[in-house]
């Protein structure tokens, strides 16, 4: 009998942030393999910490906290 082929998540979702700030970045894109299972959405928050201090630190400025995350 054949096996079936385990899918692969491809793509990502899209996020709202909203930074301690204030300020809203819209459309903030976190691949789909790393969300889902117990943790929900928290791995998407880790994610784009980790964009926004590669950001930060080519621009020279430094990376704003993130107050809140949601799917947009």
Same mark, same amino acid.
């Given at each position: 009998? @054949?096996?079936k082929k /385990? =899918? %692969? /998540?491809?793509?990502y979702?899209?996020?709202d942030v909203e930074? /301690?700030?204030g300020a809203i970045r819209s459309n903030r894109r976190v691949p789909k393999a790393l969300l889902g299972g117990f943790d929900g959405? /928290?791995? @998407? =928050?880790l994610a784009i910490e980790e964009q926004d201090e590669a950001i930060a630190e080519r621009?020279?400025?430094p990376?704003?906290? %993130? =107050?809140k995350v949601k799917r947009a």
């Open positions: 009998m @054949a096996r /385990e =899918k %692969i /998540e491809t793509g979702v899209l996020f930074y /301690e700030d959405d /928290e791995p @998407a =928050k621009s020279g400025l990376r704003r906290p %993130i =107050k």
